[in-house]
């Protein structure tokens, strides 16, 4: 089993560029009358789970990295080779049958869940929402031949709106071999790749863009843990300001050497 040589902290925010659903249950129907919900924590504030930014990342860097996929739409390493040539699985972990695999396989990054920063939701902003947090928009389908609406498709979706900002996003990617230094441009272009994506559902008919702001990138070697002296503050970030996906691709040369 590999050795942790250090983890690299990755923090910064999430804004709405345009209102975001991320689904949650329905049961019983607390809002009244909405028929698609967001997902909330407990307390009833929206949130993005960090499965669903994980998943997405991931899925993007698939196609970008053009890796295969079976019959389900799923990118599987089918042996030691292929997960030795696949940055993906390094990076986001493996999936489904690895028996045929015969190295360890470590999930380089972890996602945690990121929260709504409430003040971002201003008094103006909720006059004009029919929730607390939330916005309801109707939807329909139209029949084609006709121009009309066609009966019984109308229905409410919840969403969070533009404007909104999510704060606090922790990542953490793990550092085992010193190859690993190199995988991690790919964590940001896999963020830039989500700008000019979605992020939650509907993205074809709008919903879900989004832009990752304020991104502080912070290195902690082994021996960092062992000491104590752990760099989580701004001063000690190593992007040097290179606040925004782009900036990090960018300054990547600079951010790997300071990885040491």
């Not at 489904?96 to 470590?106: A, C, F, H, S, T």
């Not at 709504?116 to 929730?131: F, G, K, P, V």
């Not at 009966?151 to 990542?171: I, N, T, W, Y």
């Amino acid at each position: 089993m590999s050795e942790i040589l250090g983890k690299v902290i990755i923090t910064g925010n999430i804004e709405v560029v345009t209102g975001i659903r991320i689904g949650g249950s329905s049961g019983g129907l607390k809002i009244g009358g909405v028929d698609l919900n967001v997902i909330t924590d407990p307390s009833g504030v929206p949130y993005i789970p960090g499965s669903s930014l994980k998943g997405k990342t991931r899925t993007l860097m698939e196609r970008f990295h053009k890796r295969p996929f079976n019959d389900r739409g799923v990118h599987l390493c089918q042996n030691t080779d292929d997960y030795n040539n696949c940055r993906v699985c390094k990076i986001w972990g493996t999936l489904g049958d690895v028996r045929k695999i015969d190295v360890p396989m470590l999930t380089r990054l972890f996602i945690s869940d990121v929260f709504l920063a409430q003040h971002s939701i201003t008094r103006e902003m909720q006059d004009n929402m029919e929730l607390q947090w939330t916005e309801v928009k109707f939807e329909t389908a139209i029949n084609r031949i006709t121009g009309t609406a066609l009966q019984g498709s109308l229905r409410q979706v919840e969403r969070v709106p533009a404007g909104a900002v999510f704060k606090d996003m922790h990542m953490v990617f793990n550092v085992y071999e010193e190859e690993d230094k190199e995988l991690l441009k790919d964590l940001f272009i896999a963020l830039e790749l989500v700008e000019h994506d979605y992020l939650g559902g509907m993205g074809s008919r709008g919903y879900g863009r989004v832009a990752f702001s304020d991104l502080m990138v912070f290195w902690n070697p082994r021996e960092a843990y062992e000491s104590g002296n752990l760099a989580l503050v701004p001063g000690r970030a190593i992007n040097n300001g290179a606040g925004t996906a782009p900036l990090c691709v960018q300054e990547f040369k600079k951010i790997r050497e300071r990885l040491t």
